[in-house]
């Protein structure tokens, strides 16, 4: 099957095809102003490179930052909130605490509506569904008139407990789409149909202000494709790391704020089949952030929330908050293009700000004059100026060393060497922090894992991060350079459906359970077989639980079956056993509550073979050398210079040593040794030599 996979991320653009068995890959600058330039390029130069005519391509499968940084960089539609009287400050009380206690200054992130555009309707909704107040529709014209004369561009509708029965949503829809004809309108009963009003209404808020220019874009790429001579549908990667259609990506772009990091996340847990390895940590670094991903027993962890656009250097709360199917993972502002400098109390810092694509690194000779992670890692000598993203882009050395030494090494008295050194170390030190505290969050270790490195910078920055966290063993995949992209095109069609009912176990009705999942099965079924009308599917059902009286739920994972009269007895099972998972110790006496239900449907993948026994070693000695600046001797020492290509299944490459691709670079620090598997993936493995 000839199929082609498009990441764009906030510096590179990675575009990946394969057609009978074969790969073909490139790396572009992104275009930020016209996102589908950088598109065309890529695609086009990949089609150069197999041969093959647009016509013969079989599916689009595409990833995306567009919705992220439209919220992050608030370029999102002038958007009118709808929502019931009393509630229209929902979105500045939020959760009614300071996210950073200390900070007498703290600002929060101001709402994504203004307090002009938030309208309140007399109306009203118990919890358990029934109207208390009837919607007044006379009020509704009164509020489309305002909505028109503030000319929006979308409206979100986020009405209390619609997520329990949502005629009222539905009604304020059918009148202001009679009175702005054209005007896009999110519903928070169909974005998000969970409990929490401040979680639900802020992540409809979100999907109504980038679904304008969601909307636009998609319908732009769809119309170009079709000019150049494509004659397959477009399916795009949602944040769960499933594809959709490009119809449900438009009425719900939120659900594709990590469609990137996602796709990285489906190649890791394959990759983790392919070397039998249950107990993974995927790094996946490029050109603007970090994402670090835990992956048990072949499966990434999932969770239904997320934050975006966190104003305090990635501080928890101090973002908008969203409730959508996600793979759980830690990002940080530490990619190739993460500035560095020096702050008040002459510390290096480096990012969350980035230099992107434009005007990038300064290295880069575009015009920019910063100095990032790229500049420092050439300055270390560990890039080939003449060969960066294949000879696409020449680096500029003397750029590079020139931005460091003025916003790092004068500051610091610092050679324009140690100022790199400092910006690498720093950068390293602040993913392996980030990494620590994410698995410390969900009970777990590092120190045990294989790391499964991909994305343009992380093959260079793997070695010392595996150092600092205490893992043994890291693998870089073929391809590492365009991970992402490659994930696309192992992702599985699937959609996923959230209901929040409330229900105690001690009143528990399998009818009533039975009689949701199969109402939640259906949507998912219609929404996937848009994608493929064909292909077996397969469900995963999952109940949050909390004990009675608890503020927050717990996931628990049950049978796919009808459930019977007796399973309520196996939920409460299901729940001691998973809170004991996660806490280590249950709380008698109290009793169990359901409060959302969720379902996730997919069309069965096949899961790839466990990979064959790699031949005897034989060590490698190559007859290029240079000399790299060591970050932990602050010296330089001799490295080995090794071309990928030039490696066979088998061979050992002892570290220290660069070895170089298209794409990437893959640092074997003095303290790991290199082994080229049957698979070509690399395996870096700690030794007792340095």
Known sequence: MRRLAIDIGGTFT?????????????????????????????????????????????????????????????????????????????????????????????????????????????????????????????????????????????????????????????????????SLPGIPISLSSQVSPEIREYDRISTTVANAYVRPQMEGYLTRLKRILAERGFTCGLLMITSSGAMTTLETACEFPIRLVESGPAGGAVLASNLSVELDATRVVSFDMGGTTAKICLIDNFRPLHARTFEVARAYRFLKGSGYPLRIPVIEMVEIGAGGGSIAAVDDLSRVTVGPQSASSVPGPACYGLGGTKPTVTDADLTLGRLEPNFFAGGKIKLDAP??????????????????????????????????????????????????????????????????????????????????????????????????????????????????????????????????????????????????????????????????????????????????????????????????EVMTWSLSAAIAVMRPSKLPPTPSAKPYVGDTRRAIFDTELLRPIDYQIVRRDQLVPGVVVRGPAIIVEEETSTLVSRHFDATILSSGYIELTRNDHA
């Open 14 to 178: 990675d575009v990946v095809l394969e057609a009978e068995g074969r790969r073909f890959s490139t790396k572009v600058l992104t275009t930020p102003k016209a996102p589908e330039e950088g598109f065309l390029e890529g695609t086009m130069a990949v089609l150069k490179k197999s041969g093959l005519a647009p016509g013969q391509i079989e599916a689009v499968i595409h990833g995306t930052t567009l919705a992220t940084n439209a919220i992050i960089e608030r370029r999102g539609a002038r958007v009118g909130l709808i929502t019931t009287a009393g509630f229209r400050d929902c979105l500045e009380i939020a959760y009614e605490h300071r996210f950073e206690q200390t900070d007498l200054n703290m600002i929060r992130p101001p709402p994504l509506v203004p307090r002009t555009l938030r309208l309140e309707l007399p109306e009203r909704m118990a919890a358990d569904g029934t109207i208390v107040t009837p919607l007044d529709e006379a009020a509704v014209l009164k509020v489309a008139d305002q909505l028109r004369g503030a000319q929006v561009e979308a409206v979100a509708v986020g009405l209390l407990h619609s997520y329990a029965n949502d005629t009222h949503e539905r009604r304020i829809r059918e009148l202001i789409t009679a």
């Open 399 to 592: 750029a590079a060393q020139g931005a460091l030494n003025e916003a790092v090494g004068q500051p610091l008295n610092l050679t324009p060497q140690q100022a790199a050194a400092g910006v690498a170390e720093i950068v390293d030190e602040n993913m392996a922090n980030a990494a620590r505290v994410h698995a410390i969050e969900w009970g777990k270790e590092l120190a045990d894992r294989t790391m499964i490195a991909f994305g343009g910078a992380a093959p260079l920055h793997a070695a010392r991060l595996a150092e600092k966290c205490g893992i043994r063993r890291v693998v870089i995949p073929t391809g590492a350079g365009v991970g992402s992209a490659i994930g696309f095109l192992q992702a599985p069609v699937g959609y996923d459906v959230t209901r929040s009912r409330y229900l105690q176990l001690s009143a528990f009705s399998a009818e009533f359970v039975n009689s949701l999942f199969a109402e939640m099965s259906a949507e998912a079924t219609a929404s996937i077989r848009l994608a493929s009308p064909s292909g077996l599917i397969e469900e995963r059902r999952t109940a949050y639980m909390r004990y009675r009286g608890q503020g927050h739920e717990i996931d628990v994972e049950l049978p796919t079956r009808a459930l019977t009269a007796t399973d309520g007895a196996l939920l409460e099972k299901l729940f001691l056993e998973r809170y004991t998972e996660l806490f280590g110790r249950t709380i008698p006496n109290l009793g169990t």
